[in-house]
């Protein structure tokens, strides 16, 4: 009967996932997303337009509530990722821009990616009248899903967020 209850402790332990037993609280030592609100924009870029993207980048993150800092010591994560910029071809038409950024706790640890390319489709003849530039219509896509996400995080968190 003994030997019934080994071999049955036996298969229930190779059933369940080893993940599940290596780490039974996959909160424990990991930095939140909701738990940033301090960040660090590291260049994105050398062009101009990289550093006009930053400037304007940390305009609309300050808008969604994120407070930037001048150092990374003060940082709860760092904002890091790369630009790019093509031209508008030889038939004219808007230039496209594309952005690739990454969100890494002050560990090291990635808290968060964004990958903003494409042509950009404005909708209604008032709003695509009013649209002028691609590279602060990335900047706000980019701090709006960073703060939609982030918002997804403390609610998984049970945080109340307003909305």
């Known amino acids: 009967m003994r030997t019934l209850k080994v071999a049955a402790l036996f298969l229930a332990l190779w059933l369940i996932p080893s993940s599940t037993l290596a780490n039974p609280y996959p909160q424990a030592g990991q930095t939140s997303l909701h738990l940033v609100q301090k960040l660090y924009l590291e260049e994105l870029g050398t062009s101009p337009e990289a550093a006009r993207f930053r400037l304007l980048l940390e305009d609309k993150l300050t808008e969604k509530g994120f407070t930037i800092v001048d ?52 909708l209604g003849p008032i709003a695509s009248l009013k649209f002028r530039d691609i590279v602060d219509y990335r900047a706000k896509e980019l701090a709006k899903k960073l703060r939609s996400d982030w918002e997804k995080s403390a609610r998984a968190a049970g945080i109340k967020v307003g909305g």
């Not at 990722?81 to 950024?101: D, F, K, M, P, R």
């Open 71 to 122: 150092k990374p010591e003060k940082a709860d994560a760092i904002l890091n990722g790369a630009l790019s910029v093509s031209s508008a071809g030889i038939y004219g038409g808007t230039s496209e821009i594309g952005v690739t950024v990454q969100l890494k706790s002050t560990a090291g640890e990635r808290l968060w990616t964004g990958n903003f390319a494409g042509r950009i489709i404005i």
